[in-house]
């Protein structure tokens, strides 16, 4: 039932942004899925996402950055296959969290400074806090808990 309530909240926070419902759906499902296997919340991920790509699958910015969590062509000769679409849902996702837990765990956990290596901004507040308010206004999440019988 947890599964259901999260999915089901926050569809219904992203519904503006991805109107389709079926799309929708499959890139929570993604998101919650790729997330959890880096060891990542979810919701900081849709916080991320938010401020990267403003959930726009086909995303480049200026420095050719791709995809929703903006993940740069470099990391898939670092990391992957050298066939490897980062406008695909799940490996663009996958790249992402995998490489943002990769810079918590170089940062001992310290959100602040791994959001900064994410964006290349280490040191500078603007990113790491915009990420934080985008994740916290937006995309908390206080788990469902089932009624006792």
């Given amino acids: 039932m947890e599964a259901v309530h999260w999915l089901d909240e926050m569809s219904g926070r992203l519904v503006k942004r991805m109107p389709n419902q079926e799309h929708r759906l499959e890139f929570l499902r993604a998101v919650h899925y790729e997330a959890k296997r880096a060891g990542l919340d979810p919701q ?14 086909y995303a480049v910015s200026s420095a050719g950055a791709r995809g929703y969590m903006q993940v740069m062509p470099f990391w898939v000769k670092l990391i992957g296959g050298r066939n490897d679409n ?3 849902l799940r490996m663009n996702l996958r790249y992402g969290c995998t490489i943002l837990k990769h810079y918590l765990d170089i940062e001992k956990g310290d959100l602040f400074r791994a959001l900064g290596r994410y964006n290349g901004s280490l040191g500078r507040p603007e ?15 206080t788990p469902w808990v089932a009624p006792k019988p």
């Fill in 127 to 141: 990113y790491p806090n915009a990420v934080r308010a985008a994740w916290e206004r937006n995309w908390h999440y």
């Fill in 86 to 88: 980062l406008f695909h």
């Fill in 44 to 57: 900081l991920v849709l916080g991320l996402i938010q401020v990267e790509s403003g959930f726009k699958k």
